[in-house]
T-cell receptor, first 115, second 115 residues
Framework: AQSVTQPDIHITVSEGASLELRCNYSYGATPYLFWYVQSPGQGLQLLLKYFSGDTLVQGIKGFEAEFKRSQSSFNLRKPSVHWSDAAEYFC?????????????FGAGTQVVVTP | ETGVTQSPTHLIKTRGQQVTLRCSSQSGHNTVSWYQQALGQGPQFIFQYYREEENGRGNFPPRFSGLQFPNYSSELNVNALELDDSALYLCASAGGGTGEGETQYFGPGTRLLVL
């Protein structure tokens, strides 16, 4: 079955430290992949997306993600975290051959930033 | 901001009642998708509308229904509300087309509480 998995439910990171959020996918072919961020009580904001081509994708707010086909992963990274990065992060995928826009989401990773 | 708006922002209903949630798509977008996000979970795809026709449905019962209007705004209707319907309901719009590289932009959501 097609799925997106985020292994880490909760991550605590110090302000200024690096951050990496894991995402694994299970699809029959390369899916479209996305990372969204959700602040408390808010909707989802798109951070970045991967469709094809360069496997290192740059997004907004200093985030980047790397697509690794061999590991079925699409991990999100940020070199230096700011207190405003505290939020919930969702990885999502959709199949390229069908159901574009019908996103499957992971369960999310809650990021806490400490001073 | 994405330009996708939803109303109302919050809603309280009792079990067995019916509810209508509304979404106004981003300008120029002809596709709208609805998602249900239960507390502590990732969003789950309910259905999608493209040019006023349903274009796919997730694993939700028929009491979840929708409409898309000629101006591409949309409604989500839920009949015979159950306690488990309590959730954040998210609307997302996209530009439409044949599926290559579409990205969904989310509204702020409607939080529904069923008592």
């Amino acid at each position: 079955a097609q799925s997106v998995t985020q292994p880490d439910i909760h991550i605590t990171v110090s302000e200024g430290a690096s951050l990496e959020l894991r995402c694994n996918y299970s699809y029959g072919a390369t899916p479209y992949l996305f990372w969204y961020v959700q602040s408390p009580g808010q909707g989802l904001q798109l951070l970045l997306k991967y469709f094809s081509g360069d496997t290192l994708v740059q997004g907004i707010k200093g985030f980047e993600a790397e697509f690794k086909r061999s590991q079925s992963s699409f991990n999100l990274r940020k070199p230096s975290v700011h207190w405003s990065d505290a939020a919930e992060y969702f990885c999502a995928g959709s199949m390229t051959t069908d159901s574009w826009g019908k996103l499957q989401f992971g369960a999310g990773t809650q990021v806490v930033v400490t001073p | 901001e994405t330009g996708v708006t939803q109303s109302p922002t919050h809603l309280i209903k009792t079990r067995g009642q019916q509810v209508t949630l509304r979404c106004s798509s981003q300008s120029g977008h002809n596709t709208v998708s609805w998602y249900q996000q239960a507390l502590g979970q990732g969003p789950q795809f309910i259905f999608q509308y493209y040019r006023e026709e349903e274009n796919g449905r997730g694993n939700f019962p028929p009491r979840f229904s929708g409409l898309q209007f000629p101006n591409y705004s949309s409604e989500l209707n839920v009949n015979a509300l159950e306690l488990d319907d309590s959730a954040l309901y998210l609307c997302a719009s996209a530009g439409g087309g044949t599926g290559e590289g579409e990205t969904q932009y989310f509204g702020p959501g409607t939080r529904l509480l069923v008592l």
